[in-house]
């Protein structure tokens, strides 16, 4: 750091003031010297860093304030030149060392061993908070808002304190900053061991970025770690995610390189959220219709047509193939089920809140010992969960309800008071 050679003595009046004027002992007066040049030093330091910082920094912040851009703002919302104002205080006594402690060498090493030392801790700190100015700038910015900028700050973080750690030590044990890295390169497996941790959380970040996997503002699930909900903030080693209850969740960053994960980006991308759920009929309600049935199902608008238009397909081909038969177990008939697949579709189609340009389909699945499921399948246009999760249960109050009018039954295990009433 800066060192400057003494060229005069200014405490020789001092020695004056002391010993003849006071006729004080020559060793009293020395040490009493040296007391009053601290205490000189100390106020001037003092001074040096209030003038600093009323004249040239609140004046720096008023120019700040004042302008239409926001990054400046950040600047002194941060207090970046508030912090850099002890360097005035530091740098002078460097400066000021030599000439007041011209008789004291020992002092003068030592203040400016420790004015050197204070100026690196400052450089760090003010290097440290103008790296956080970046970090709140760049996120900001729309095109960068969803990268994990955080991480590469933190990583440019952990460079400066390792730096400014390495010419501290330099200063303290009187050594080239180029020996301790040729330590460090010595003891490389052991820093890795340290390090582990933010090495992969930061090779993860990058991977994270490039691949886009998650960004923040992202909807991910990961059951491993319990969580559900949306992503707050991407850094070094973490990712925070607020869990739909309210809660935090905090995973490894490195976790969503080695572990599954599922991110819904592409539900809310797509215009639509998935509705994936089934009815469960009891096989003995299913029927063929007869024409009672299928008179009252006509008086529904949005099977109407297609019951008069399976009607005449159906005796089309009956005439055809069987000469329409009555009462043949060759005669093709509408069934009940088929029916009320028919018109849970419909019923699906003419919905205000599904996404008709998106899958849509009711199909039926494998039966199973709980009836045959038959599977609604389409997607609401509406991807907030309270609102979303209305309109499914608007469809299934709808579906579950009207069951009986096409005479199916909706499957349940049975429960006590089946068991009692067999028994009664």
């Known amino acids: 750091m800066i060192q ?106 030592y203040a400016i061993f420790l004015s050197n030392i204070f100026i690196i801790i400052v450089i760090i700190r003010s290097t440290i908070t103008l790296l956080s100015v970046f970090d709140e700038i760049l996120s900001h910015i729309v095109i960068l808002a969803d990268k994990p900028i955080t991480t590469y700050i933190q990583v440019l973080k952990i460079g400066v304190y390792f730096i400014g750690g390495i010419l501290v030590l330099s200063l303290i044990l009187g050594k080239s900053p180029f020996y301790f890295l040729g330590a460090m390169g010595a003891m490389t497996a052991i820093l890795l061991l340290i390090f582990k941790d933010t090495i992969l959380g930061f ?17 991910i699930s990961m059951p491993k770690y319990d969580a559900d909900g949306d992503v707050m903030s991407i850094n070094l080693n973490t990712v925070k995610v607020q869990n739909w209850d309210k809660t935090i ?42 024409e009672k049935m ?43 089920i088929g029916v009320f697949r028919i018109y849970a579709e419909k019923y699906i189609m003419a919905h205000p809140n599904i996404n008709g340009e998106m899958t849509l389909m009711v199909r039926q699945l494998e039966s199973t010992s709980k009836g045959l499921p038959l599977e609604i399948y389409c997607f609401s246009s509406e991807r907030e969960w ?27 295990e049975p429960t006590g008071n089946d068991f009692r009433s067999l028994i009664r």
């Open 4 to 109: 400057i050679e003494k060229k005069y003595n200014i405490a020789l009046w001092l020695d004056k003031w002391f010993i003849e004027d006071f006729g004080l002992d020559p060793m009293l007066a020395l040490y009493l010297k040296l007391l009053t040049l601290i205490l000189v030093l100390f106020i001037i330091c003092l001074l040096s860093y209030y003038l600093t910082k009323i004249v040239i920094v609140n004046f720096v912040h008023k120019i700040f304030l004042k302008t239409k851009v926001v990054w400046d703002d950040v600047l002194v919302e941060k207090r970046v030149f508030e912090k850099m104002a002890y360097l005035i205080p530091a740098f002078i006594i460097v400066l000021v060392a030599p000439y007041i402690f011209g008789d004291f060498p020992k002092v003068i090493e």
């Open 386 to 412: 309270v609102k979303y999760e209305r309109i499914v249960s608007d469809i299934f109050d709808h579906l579950y309800t009207i069951t009986s009018e096409f005479e199916l039954e909706v499957f349940e």
């Open 203 to 219: 090779v993860a970040s990058i991977q994270m970025s490039v691949y886009d996997m998650v960004r923040v503002g992202d909807w």
């Open 249 to 290: 969740t905090t995973i490894p960053t490195y976790a969503f390189i080695t572990d599954s994960f599922k991110n819904w980006r592409g539900m809310n991308d797509s215009g639509g959220r998935r509705i994936k759920r089934a009815v469960y009929l009891k096989v003995s309600s299913f029927k063929f219709c007869d």
């Open 294 to 336: 299928l008179s009252q199902f006509k008086k529904y608008k949005l099977i109407e047509d297609y019951i008069i238009e399976k009607e005449n397909d159906v005796q089309k081909f009956n005439s055809k193939m069987f000469d329409n038969e009555i009462d043949s177990v060759n005669n093709r008939r509408m069934t009940n």
